[in-house]
């Protein structure tokens, strides 16, 4: 079932991903390094559960997780930005800047979401007489997924779909000029044929009278 939360996020930005295809590309990546830096987050809480060294909700902890996991968007959300840059700009793209921009922010918002859920969850499911060690990864990998997807696609919502690009107006206007042109090609197609029917009529009647008259 919580599968179905994250599918339901990235329903809600159909139309988003229906303008800008290119975000479906980087959806993977996101949620991949956020669920990285969730785990990071939950092996470290565990194993101090485990020792006995955290046995309550600290706000230290959570601060610390929350920012060893914007250091690690900063650097990774770099070379994701990049990533898309060079991606969307390959692609025609008409604002591939916004795009890098929007992976970079998404991906710092992802990674320290996921870290302070990798520290809280455990927890929690304690205080609630759960067994973190087997019902932790369930929730993380939702929240991870809900965060990270929900991040980039309202950032990439709010700056708005970009114009159309170059390439796509060329290709609209190639296709629309197709369009129109077949019926210009049918209409010429059928004057051309009707032309040569007239000609070969005319071609037989004066052999007929030729031949009319050398009978005479």
């Keep these: ?93 008409a604002s591939p800047v916004m795009l890098g921009f929007c992976v970079f922010l998404a991906m710092i918002l992802s990674c320290a979401a996921s870290g302070v859920s990798g520290a809280t969850i455990p927890l929690i499911l304690k205080k609630l007489g759960a067994d973190p060690a087997t019902a932790s990864s369930i929730f993380l990998t939702t929240a991870t997924d809900v965060v990270s997807m929900g991040a980039f696609l309202g950032l990439a919502t709010s700056a708005g779909p970009p114009p159309p690009s170059p ?11 197709r369009r129109l042109s077949s019926p210009a090609r049918s209409t010429m197609a059928r004057s051309v044929s009707i032309e ?16 009319e008259m050398w009978l005479r």
């Design 1 to 93: 079932l919580t599968a179905f939360v994250a599918a339901g996020v990235v329903s809600v930005f159909q139309e988003t991903l229906d303008q800008i295809v290119v975000l479906a590309v980087f959806l993977p990546v996101l949620a991949g390094q956020s669920g990285n830096t969730g785990c990071q987050a939950l092996a470290v809480t565990l194993r101090g559960l485990a020792l006995g060294e955290i046995d309550r909700l600290q706000a230290k902890s959570m601060f610390k997780e929350a920012w060893v996991g914007v250091l690690n968007g900063i650097f990774v959300g770099l070379v994701a930005g990049l990533g898309m840059y060079f991606f969307a700009r390959s692609q025609g793209s």
């Design 167 to 177: 390439m796509a107006f060329c290709a609209m206007e190639s296709s629309t000029s």
């Design 196 to 211: 040569s029917i007239s000609s070969s009529c005319s071609e037989t009647n004066q052999s007929r009278k030729r031949i």
